[in-house]
């Protein structure tokens, strides 16, 4: 089970390892691939984006992640 701190590292690696341009992209896919993680256990999104060290605006690209991921699935 992935804690906050644990979901904090994956987005900032996520935002960090992002290939230039594509850091919101990432972000958003951070948001599909946890959503499932961040729902179950009613973690704050702003808590996770906060813990992660980037920037406080990005909370809302994390929700519109886990709201595609209804209807989206990651590529391995």
Do not use: C
């Not at 290939?19 to 999104?45: S, T």
Request: glycine residues 6%; hydrophobic residues 35%.
């Amino acid at each position: 089970m992935l804690n906050k701190n644990d979901l904090a590292k994956k987005l900032h690696d996520m935002y960090s390892n992002a290939p230039e341009g594509y850091q919101v992209a990432h972000i958003h896919l951070f948001g599909v691939k946890y959503a499932d993680a961040i729902q179950r256990n009613h973690y704050k999104i702003s808590e996770i984006v906060s813990l992660s060290g980037i920037r406080p605006s990005y909370a809302t690209e994390v929700s519109k992640g886990i709201k595609l991921s209804k209807y989206v699935l990651p590529k391995n």
